[in-house]
């Protein structure tokens, strides 16, 4: 097996990387190999965002209809309440 020494590891990788590894109750070695190994696990298709991870989840349901897009359309805030409520007029 091959060694790895890497160094200028920026503070708040290295105490994360701690971290996670005391959650796991892993050596830090073994948190670090564990990494290292799901990254080379990737098969090299590079990350098309958030849509085209939820649509390549649900391809093999089979949706074929396109899904609109909603960028330039106005957000409203949902209504948390069960009751429906009657717009408020300014008088």
Known sequence: MGRIIVRKIWAQVN????????????RMEEEVRD?????????????????????????KIGLDAEIPDLRG???????????RREPRTNH
Request: no cysteine; proline share 4%.
């Open 15 to 26: 105490s994360r990387s701690q971290r996670r590894a005391k959650r796991r109750q892993r």
């Open 35 to 59: 990494t290292l190994r799901d990254a080379a696990k990737e098969n090299g298709a590079p990350w098309g965002g958030l849509g085209t991870a939820i649509a390549s989840l649900f391809a």
């Open 73 to 83: 359309h106005k957000v409203l805030p949902a209504s948390l309440s069960t009751a």
